[in-house]
Every structure is written in C-alpha cells, then in structure tokens.
C-alpha cells in the first residue's frame, strides 16, 4: 500500500498536480483521499524523504524538496566506503560523463561560464605547491564545466561524485608531485579550457579523454 501512495504522489509531481515547494496535505487528509490508514501514509512519506522528494519540516508538513544530487551522492558515498565501486571504476564513469560535459560546454558555454572556468585555471596555477588547494579548484573546474554543459542530469551526476573525485584528485596529484610532473596536470586542464572557450566540442572531447587516460595511467598498478 506505501508504494501506491508513492507512485501516486509521484505522479502527480509530474503531471503539475502538485509543485516543488508545496507542501502535502495533512496525513489524515491523505489517508482519506488514498483510502488507507495514516500508518500507511506515514511510511510512505518515510520512503520519499529518503529519496529525496520530500522533506518533513515540523511545525509545516512534508514539502516537495526541488532536484538535488543528494540521493545520489548518498549512494556514490555508501558505494565508495564499501568498497563496491573501486577508484578506477568511477574514473572509468567519470571519463564518460565528462567527456559528454566538456562537449555541450564548448557549445553551450556563455561568455561568464568561461570567464569562470579561466578564473579557476588561473588560481590552479597559483597553488601548484598546494596540493590540497589544487585539488578544491580542480574539483570546482570539473563541477563548472558540468554546468557550463547546461544539462542538469550530468550537472547533478557531476555534482553527486564530488568527494570521491576530490579524493581520486588528490590520490593523482601525490603521484604526479612525486614524479616532479604536477605542471602537466596544469597543461592538462589548460588544454580542457582552450577547448571550450574555442567553442570546439571535438577538441574539448579529446582533452578531457586524455585527461582520463593519463589519470587512469598513473593510478592503476
């Protein structure tokens, strides 16, 4: 019975019945309207607030919360911990939404996407010997690309993996300072930016894929 309150609930979502922000009617009046019990209703609303859909404010009700990575990122972050999916695995998802990413941006990005994205380039090379800060800015160009790409669904997949990609981040920059080559991971995200400020979809591909390909390289035993 939870999941027809479910399903239905979340129909009405889609259909503009109900909005994101609004808040549901009480339980009693829901159980009425769905011929169940509030038992029912309250798990019901239990399981939508896990996924994300709603969220139980006290004092106001359960509110329909907007799209967030946040259901997502929570399982990225389970998976990762548990070992389930290993660092080269979500390199290797990665290097294909990210490709994707860099392609709509060299087509899509505005003016102020690549001004901020050169912002970033430009202070990565100032904290080249600063490993952790190198890696906070990487991490921010690879989240600005997503949205410069103007796809929400890769812009919250991007946005969903980023503690375990700031980890994969730093894990590469520890192999690249011992190598003395950190200023190729620069080169690197110099040619990524060059790319999509020229509005070249192809190139931006190729950059960002051998930009994996490196980091895939220098990572695996």
């Not at 202070?123 to 921010?140: F, H, S």
């Not at 690197?188 to 591909?205: F, K, M, N, S």
């Amino acid at each position: 019975m939870p999941d027809l309150v479910i399903e239905s609930l979340l129909t009405d979502v889609e259909q503009g019945r109900i909005s994101v922000g609004e808040t549901l009617p009480p339980e009693a009046e829901l159980a009425s309207e769905f011929g169940v019990s509030r038992a029912v209703v309250r798990e019901a609303l239990r399981s939508l607030q896990v996924q994300g859909v709603v969220e139980i404010v006290n004092g106001v009700g359960s509110v329909i919360r907007p799209l967030t990575a946040t259901p997502l990122a929570t399982y990225v972050d389970f998976a990762t911990r548990l070992k389930d999916v290993s660092t080269v695995e979500l390199l290797e998802v990665r290097r294909g939404v990210e490709a994707e990413a860099a392609r709509l941006a060299a087509d899509r990005a505005t003016a102020d996407d690549v001004a901020t994205l050169r912002e970033l380039v430009d202070q990565m090379g100032a904290a080249m010997d600063d490993p952790v800060r190198y890696a906070e800015l990487d991490t921010a160009f690879h989240l600005a690309i997503a949205r410069a790409s103007r796809n929400a669904m890769l812009a919250h997949l991007v946005e969903a993996i980023r503690l375990p990609m700031r980890a994969s981040i730093e894990r590469g920059l520890d192999v690249w300072a011992g190598a003395g080559h950190v200023d190729k991971v620069q080169q690197i995200h110099v040619a990524i930016l060059d790319a999509i400020a020229g509005g070249d979809p192809a190139r931006a591909v190729a950059a960002m894929d051998h930009h994996f390909e490196q980091v895939l390289l220098i990572i695996t035993p």
